[in-house]
């Protein structure tokens, strides 16, 4: 690192990656407008949810008892875990959220172009294609796409060219080249977003077969890779526990399905407005590459093994591949996958490596300065083609105005055919929501919207998913809550105060699911057999459910309290204390090594 920073061509690049950063972020921080998108409200719910945790010290890990309409809808303990409460540490140091979203865009763009950087110059790639390509890679939507739309997959790409690092190292088949950094980089994307976690695993996979077949150490070297899985496991261990929990013993609402998976694969068409368009840029490189593996395939047997990978994983994010077969074949893909287009990111990553590659195998080879220089301007003018085209995208969901029935590119919740489906309430604006979003009261925008996070509820109808889940939200939840009073206590649970005026089945605006405790005027209530739910008392000591999980509960005439609290299984305490431990002796160890590789080599 020392000797990199003493190299002034490192410095100028990093000057001009930044000059590009402070370039995407000047449309947003000179509108002071906070840009909202399809998953924002999802996401900011339980980021919310994280913030007030640590404001007020008191942490509940499964129950979101400030997000969600404080319903303890368990979300975040499966959902990136670790990510929503360091996200949430931004919002509680911030407390505003614009400065939430400019921070919070500024690193996923910084550490998305650094990592693509060092990537390239880790390849011996030359400054000035490393840059343009930094460029490139951190102006397409798959990183974009948080900044217009929150969506949580572009974690898992900032993390990408670091994943291809270490991807790299398992093609020599040395076992002194898997470091444990395969581990931290799978525990850290299980701890963000686990379906980027899946797809990079995928794309190990190839390499590690290639190397596991090169190798001359081959049971040392798979048992190295075997320990990073443990290790992995173990850094990640908190997830699988809360995941074991949660859906072995409670069936869920999935995320929605798409029933028709090609429409949301890559689409080799220009514009570069959605997440499904490859755009022009990536006409090009892919065509460009193409065509040199074609004509150069035994120059660079490293850049053909990238290619080919690159060329897999875009068949496998286009529409070239039959994904509606493979959507009746595995109904999982549907609800899990649900796009197709989410695993172009990987594509894009080795594909514009091996662009790169080849562009720069060009550049050596030649003599002829002229040629070399158009070389440059070439890769140059994608970079600056990239940067635009970025810039165009946030700028048109920033833009976006309800009265002209606009509706951005990334489909986003300012979109018009959104609106008829109860999105908001009548009285909510877009003036009136950009107000709420720059108002102290973090909450206040979170309470415009109607449209509910249904995503793991509990299923309760004994059959498949539950039919008007919105209806049932709005009417169990959303409507419901202004006649109780919540207070969360310090033991992360939730006291519910009401009065009722006769003895009377109530219902509470929250959640039960199995460990779900419940506790009314003191005494622990056990979950009632009879799932039909009845207008008066029969059964004290009892309470139903909804078949979304709504809690039912037999309450006294005059004043009621009703304690909501989460019982997590030992296994999961437990796994958690080691999860932190074995982080904590990661990282201290690796800073160790980084210093003394520093200061003291």
């Known amino acids: 690192m020392k000797q990199a920073l003493k190299d002034k061509r490192n410095l100028v690049s990093l000057a001009v ?21 399809y998953d924002t ?25 400030y997000g ?25 140091l911030t407390h505003s959220w614009f400065w939430f979203e400019m921070i919070v865009d500024f690193i996923i763009l910084t550490v998305s ?52 690092m270490v991807a790299l190292d398992l093609l020599y088949g040395s076992p002194k080249k898997v470091h444990y950094t395969l581990a931290i980089v799978v525990a850290l994307l299980l701890e963000m977003h686990v379906l980027s976690a899946v797809i990079t695993i995928v794309m190990f996979l190839p390499f590690f077969l290639i190397g596991f077949t090169r190798s001359h150490e081959k049971l040392k070297y798979f048992i190295k890779v075997c320990l990073n899985a443990v290790l992995a496991t173990i850094l990640s261990a908190n997830y699988f526990a809360a995941f074991y929990d949660v859906f072995l013993h409670n069936k869920l609402i999935p995320p929605f399905s798409i029933e028709n998976l090609s429409r949301g694969a890559m689409k080799f068409v220009r514009p570069n407005l959605t997440q499904s368009e490859v755009g022009v840029v990536f006409m090009i490189i892919i065509v460009a590459q193409v065509a040199f593996i074609i004509f150069n395939f035994k120059r660079s047997r490293l850049n053909l093994g990238i290619t080919m990978i690159g060329l897999l994983f875009f068949i496998l994010s286009s529409q070239y591949f039959p994904w509606d077969q493979a959507g009746h074949i595995f ?12 695993f172009f990111s990987f594509a894009a990553m080795l594909i514009l490596t091996g662009f790169l590659m080849s562009l720069n195998q060009f550049i050596d080879s030649t003599n002829y300065h002229p040629l070399k220089y158009s070389y440059y301007a070439f890769v140059v ?28 590119p990334q489909v986003g919740v300012y979109a018009g055919h959104l609106r008829p489906y109860g999105y ?44 008007h889940l919105q209806h049932k939200y709005r009417h169990q939840i959303t409507y419901n809550n202004h006649r109780y009073h919540k ?7 939730v006291d519910v105060t009401w009065n009722s005026r006769q003895a009377v089945t109530a219902r509470i605006p929250m959640f039960a699911y199995n460990d779900t405790v419940l506790k009314l005027n003191g005494k622990t209530l056990q979950k009632s057999d009879d799932s039909t739910i009845k207008k008066h008392v029969l059964h004290h000591g009892k309470y139903q459910v909804s078949d979304i999980g709504g809690i039912y509960v037999p309450a006294k005439q005059g004043n009621n309290k009703l304690n909501v609290s989460y019982q997590a299984p030992w296994y999961f305490t437990l796994s958690l204390i080691c999860s932190v431990i074995a982080w904590i002796a990661v990282l201290g160890y690796e800073l160790v090594r980084k210093v003394r590789k520093t200061f003291f080599s």
């Open 424 to 467: 908001y309430p009548e009285g909510v604006t877009q003036t009136k929501l950009k107000d709420d979003f720059k108002s102290r009261d973090l909450s206040k925008p979170l309470n415009d919207v109607i449209r509910s996070v249904t995503d793991y509820l509990p299923n309760e109808s004994g059959g498949p998913t539950p039919g």
């Open 68 to 92: 969600y309409h404080q319903s303890g809808q368990i979300v975040s303990a499966v959902y990136g875990p670790y990510m929503t409460y360091a996200l949430g540490f931004i919002l509680f």
């Open 331 to 342: 109904p999982f893909f549907q609800d899990f996958l649900q796009f197709p287009s989410r």
């Open 487 to 493: 207070q969360v206590l310090d033991n992360g649970s």
């Open 381 to 408: 003018l994608l970079a600056i083609m990239a940067l635009m085209l970025g810039m165009k995208n946030i700028k048109i969901q920033m833009v976006n105005d309800w009265e002209l029935n606009n509706q951005p």
């Open 17 to 37: 990656i930044f000059a590009a950063i402070l370039m995407m972020l000047s449309l947003q921080f000179f509108s002071k407008n906070v840009i909202i998108g």
């Open 113 to 164: 172009a650094l990592g693509a950087y060092m990537l390239f110059r880790w390849l011996k790639i030359n400054h000035t294609l490393a840059v343009s390509g930094a460029i490139i890679y951190m102006s397409q939507n798959f990183i974009t796409y948080w900044i217009t739309s929150s969506a949580f997959l572009d974690w898992g790409a900032m993390i990408l060219p670091y994943s291809v």
């Open 41 to 65: 409200f999802f996401h900011f719910n339980r980021i919310y949810d994280a913030a007030m945790q640590i404001q007020h010290h008191n942490f509940s890990y499964f129950m979101s008892n």
